[in-house]
Antibody
Framework: EVQLLESGGGLVRPGGSLRLSCAAS????????MTWVRQAPGKGLEWVSF????????YYADSVQGRFTISRDNSKNTLYLQMNSLRAEDTAVYFC???????????WGQGTLVTVSS | QSALTQPRSVSGSPGQSVTISCTGT?????????VSWYQQHPGKAPKLMIY???MRPSGIADRFSGSKSDNTASLTISGLQAEDEADYYC??????????FGGGTKLTVL
């Protein structure tokens, strides 16, 4: 059974940093690209970042480019999102999701809440 | 990277059919046959319902179907059931390993 478990969320002040983790199990993690998607309170889904299966290619939404860094450790079956220079508008539940061989996301974690507030 | 446009809400009675539209541009929906649809119940993770415009993952009822015409994709749910009440999001590949989601549609089963 595929499982994705996010952690690392919490309350952080504007300008601060946070690192999210996503522990994967139930599939060959190193074979699949992964992504982060976020959802602000009461709002819709927003794609945040993508990383290839080997970690060599990364892409970001314009809203986080230059502030967020996605990475992965295939030896630990774990995906990361380093978030720096956080802003109030980054407040959201952050989901990690497994990308299929096509262009969709077939398994999602339950999410971790990040709150940016003074 | 502007969000795809979905109606804020739709509703239908049990047994009826509803269609949710998703309008993008020639750079996303209109350029790729990579539109997917996700169902999200309150407080839960999104669930993949349709991929590649009209394909259903294993385990998804054939009451759910998808289509696309030009820059607009659609999700149709037939034979509405109470458990279909949820938020639905469309998503399109937008090239260069970027994706764009719709704003979401709240489906109410009357």
């Amino acid at each position: 059974e595929v499982q994705l478990l996010e952690s690392g969320g919490g309350l952080v002040r504007p300008g601060g940093s946070l690192r999210l983790s996503c522990a994967a199990s139930g599939f060959t993690f190193s074979s699949y690209a992964m992504t982060w998607v976020r959802q602000a309170p009461g709002k819709g889904l927003e794609w945040v970042s993508f990383i290839s299966n080997g970690g060599g290619s990364t892409y970001y939404a314009d809203s986080v480019q230059g502030r967020f860094t996605i990475s992965r450790d295939n030896s630990k079956n774990t995906l990361y999102l380093q978030m720096n220079s956080l802003r109030a508008e980054d407040t959201a539940v952050y989901f990690c999701a497994k990308k299929t061989d096509q262009q969709e996301f077939d398994f999602w974690g339950q999410g971790t809440l990040v709150t940016v507030s003074s | 990277q502007s969000a795809l446009t979905q109606p804020r809400s739709v509703s239908g009675s049990p047994g009826q059919s509803v269609t949710i539209s998703c309008t993008g541009t020639s750079s996303d929906v209109g350029d790729y046959n990579y539109v997917s649809w996700y169902q999200q119940h309150p407080g839960k993770a999104p669930k993949l319902m349709i991929y590649d415009v009209s394909m259903r993952p294993s385990g998804i009822a054939d009451r759910f179907s998808g289509s696309k015409s030009d820059n607009t994709a659609s999700l149709t749910i037939s034979g509405l059931q109470a458990e279909d009440e949820a938020d639905y999001y469309c998503c399109s590949y937008a090239g260069s390993y970027t994706w764009v989601f719709g704003g979401g549609t709240k489906l109410t089963v009357l």
